[in-house]
């Protein structure tokens, strides 16, 4: 992995998820072919998850169980957003996401 993270300094951020404990997959199209890769975390009443499109297209959002998408950030600067989702309290905390974004017909990810 180091030769990857020297290649691509961005994967850096992926590897510090691993490292706190996310699972990452691939994402396959309908021919199984490579799509992307998608990292998540999963707690008691929630889903954190970030998916990798390519070195310029990731998605982050927060999903409660029950409730839906409660954070969603679409953009190309994985640090960023990788960021911003791993700092978000926990859903019964003080200044956690609570409002349920309601899905857009116009939204894939």
Same mark, same amino acid.
């Given at each position: 992995m180091n030769d990857s993270v020297r290649r691509?300094?961005?994967?850096?951020?992926l590897v510090r998820l691993k490292d706190a404990g996310w699972v990452f997959r691939p994402l396959? *199209? !309908?021919r199984g072919e490579l799509a992307g890769l998608v990292g998540t975390r999963c707690r008691q009443d929630f889903t954190d998850a970030l998916f990798v499109f390519d070195r310029g297209h990731f998605v982050g959002a927060r999903v409660l169980d029950? *409730? !839906?998408c409660v954070w969603l950030k679409d953009g190309g600067?994985?640090?960023e957003i990788a960021r911003e989702l791993s700092a978000l309290p926990e859903p019964d905390a003080p200044?956690?996401?609570r409002l349920v974004r309601r899905p857009?017909?116009?939204w894939t990810p």
């Open positions: 691509y300094p961005e994967l850096a951020e396959r *199209d !309908g029950g *409730d !839906g600067d994985l640090a200044g956690a996401p857009s017909l116009l």
